[in-house]
């Protein structure tokens, strides 16, 4: 057994310093991984507990550019812990803007009744817009089959599965829509990066090309999925797509060619990050 968690936890950040932009919280969110307790409950026992040898591979791991979420099996996102298999885009806080957004709307209109989330991977956008809205039920769409089990896995642990429900579905296929029916509100995380675009090897070794790559502008998935929003929503309804920093004038533009009004939104970071379809008045 190693000893002393202020050393290994020191040793373990400066060994990830230049791998990690956040190498200290990598080294907590891991050693409480191995520990199998809560990091805010080891930060506070850091003197009457012992490191695991079992931490040693995790680092290791995390060295070699994996993903702490694929490591732990769980990422944080809203107010949900989700669990993650490299089948599924890990949720980013990024990604939170489209729910803040789908809130802020919600505010000067009624609370939607009927979610989808296109592309839903771990189930991320949906299930927390269905903690947001508690009188809502939705649907949750992926080409993946093993996404899809990821997702129906979260639903069921974090209690929503009796509102949230996940169908096979391919928007690259000309009858992908058929039949889903129309919703109030829906949520897209699309691939939307191009394909010659470098990414960091965190992402590109681990994260899965499908839900990541969209052709060489990025903008394949949007081509599909703007269109087909007319069929989709219901009268008032609105759609939150999330869009690449450099995509907001493209994507607008997709937006007004099939007769919808748009509005940007930025992330906390200042950048472009979601755009809203809808009907009514632009903003």
Same mark, same amino acid.
């Given at each position: 057994?190693?000893?002393?968690? *202020?050393?290994?936890?020191?040793?373990?950040?400066?060994?990830?310093?230049?791998?990690?932009?956040? +190498?200290?919280?990598? #080294?907590?969110?891991?050693?409480? &991984?191995?520990?199998?307790?809560?990091?805010?409950?080891?930060?506070?026992?850091?003197?009457?507990?012992?490191?695991?040898?079992?931490?040693?591979?995790?680092?290791?791991?995390?060295?070699?550019? !994996?993903?702490?979420?694929?490591?732990?099996?769980? @990422? #944080?996102?809203?107010?949900?812990?989700?669990?993650?298999?490299?089948?599924?885009?890990? +949720?980013?806080?990024?990604?939170?803007?489209?729910? !803040?957004?789908?809130?802020?709307?919600? /505010?000067?209109?009624?609370?939607?009744? @009927?979610?989808?989330?296109?592309?839903?991977?771990?189930?991320?956008?949906?299930?927390?817009?269905?903690?947001?809205?508690?009188?809502?039920?939705?649907?949750?769409?992926?080409?993946?089959?093993?996404?899809?089990?990821?997702?129906?896995?979260?639903? @069921?642990?974090?209690?929503?599965?009796?509102?949230?429900?996940?169908?096979?579905?391919?928007?690259?296929? *000309?009858?992908?829509?058929?039949?889903?029916?129309?919703?109030?509100?829906?949520?897209?995380? +699309? +691939?939307?990066?191009?394909?010659? *675009? *470098?990414?960091?090897?965190?992402?590109?070794?681990? !994260?899965? &090309?499908?839900?990541?790559?969209?052709?060489?502008?990025?903008?394949?998935?949007?081509?599909?999925?703007?269109?087909?929003?007319?069929?989709?929503?219901?009268?008032?309804?609105?759609?939150?797509?999330?869009?690449?920093?450099? @995509?907001?004038?493209?994507?607008?533009?997709?937006?007004?060619?099939? /007769?919808?009004?748009?509005?940007?939104? &930025?992330?906390?970071? /200042?950048?472009?990050?979601?755009?809203?379809?809808?009907?009514?008045?632009? !903003?």
């Amino acid at each position: 057994m190693m000893t002393g968690l *202020a050393t290994v936890l020191r040793e373990a950040t400066a060994a990830l310093e230049g791998i990690s932009p956040t +190498p200290r919280l990598d #080294a907590e969110l891991l050693l409480a &991984h191995a520990l199998g307790i809560d990091r805010s409950a080891m930060l506070l026992r850091l003197r009457d507990l012992t490191a695991p040898d079992s931490y040693n591979g995790l680092l290791a791991r995390r060295m070699a550019d !994996e993903p702490v979420a694929y490591i732990t099996g769980i @990422q #944080a996102f809203w107010d949900l812990d989700l669990c993650v298999t490299p089948d599924v885009l890990i +949720p980013r806080s990024d990604s939170e803007t489209l729910l !803040e957004a789908a809130v802020d709307w919600v /505010g000067e209109n009624n609370a939607p009744m @009927q979610i989808a989330d296109l592309g839903t991977g771990s189930g991320a956008l949906l299930l927390a817009a269905l903690s947001i809205f508690p009188d809502a039920v939705g649907i949750g769409l992926d080409a993946s089959p093993s996404a899809l089990a990821v997702a129906r896995d979260n639903a @069921q642990r974090l209690h929503f599965a009796d509102r949230a429900r996940f169908e096979l579905r391919d928007w690259t296929t *000309a009858v992908w829509a058929e039949g889903l029916g129309r919703f109030d509100l829906i949520l897209c995380n +699309p +691939p939307y990066i191009e394909d010659a *675009a *470098a990414l960091a090897p965190m992402v590109s070794d681990h !994260e899965p &090309h499908s839900a990541l790559f969209a052709g060489a502008e990025g903008l394949n998935d949007y081509r599909i999925l703007i269109p087909s929003l007319r069929h989709l929503l219901n009268a008032g309804g609105v759609a939150f797509f999330e869009i690449g920093h450099n @995509q907001s004038n493209s994507v607008r533009a997709l937006g007004a060619e099939a /007769g919808y009004l748009t509005e940007l939104r &930025h992330d906390l970071a /200042g950048n472009p990050r979601v755009i809203r379809f809808s009907l009514g008045i632009e !903003e």
